[in-house]
């Protein structure tokens, strides 16, 4: 392990990548977020701790180089507002695309905030999805914050990046698919019962699906709102017609 002063060029360079990530790397902060890492066997780059608190061994050992650092260096650095004394790189999975030949996946239009893109991940890995698949648009799948929204699930679920729309429907028409669009006035989800394999294609709160994506859907799907509420959260939404997926 090699202490690194305050004002060196590798925390400079750290610095630097936190705030904007390179490709094929990604930053993870939290002890229990960083212990799953390890024990999906994600490569651990480079492993920064914090001097006086204790490492995790098996953390320490699956990492490639290790740094001590003081604690109001990684004050400063971490993305989050209370880190845990340790901050690594790992390295952004290369996960082969869905085959789309079987089972559900999702196609999320222009979600731009990470941590809701990271709950939907999250969702979709619980709730048996095959994949997410992001329009040109979508925040980044390994921001900090999509990492942590999705505790996790986005080094477990294939995440394919920059989808259009059209690209989903050749696939779908390919493998005798279907595509659902989730909107306000489609088929109650108590009555929806696509067949195999399916996309479903979810558009930002507020914004919705553009007219392309709704162009491309064989049908579209609508969860029944009480009290006068407009919409859901796409999160909430994808979580919500996933478990009937599952039924």
Known sequence: MEKLGKHGARLKDL???????????VIVDGRRLLADVVRWNVPVLELYLVEGVEPDPEIVAAAGEVYIIDA????????????????????DPRRPPWPAREGVALWLDTV???????A????????????VLLSPGCADPFHHAAVRGSAGAVFRLPVS?????????????????EVWAAGPA???????????????L???EGAGLSPEARAVAGGEVTIPLDREIE????????????ERLRS
């Open 161 to 177: 990046r920059d989808v259009p729309a059209a690209r989903v429907a050749e696939r779908m028409s390919e493998s005798s698919g």
């Open 202 to 204: 979810l558009g930002a």
């Open 120 to 131: 939907i991940v999250r969702s979709a890995a619980a709730l048996g999805a095959r994949a």
């Open 231 to 242: 919409s859901l959260n796409v999160a909430v939404a994808a979580g919500i017609l996933l």
């Open 15 to 25: 610095r630097r990548r936190v705030k904007r990530r390179p490709e094929g790397q």
């Open 112 to 118: 731009q905030d990470p941590g809701n893109l990271g």
């Open 72 to 91: 109001s260096v990684l004050d400063d650095l971490a993305p989050t507002r209370h880190p845990q004394g340790v901050l690594a790189i790992v390295a």
């Open 186 to 200: 489609g088929i109650p989800i108590d009555r929806w019962n696509p067949s195999q394999p399916t996309v479903l």
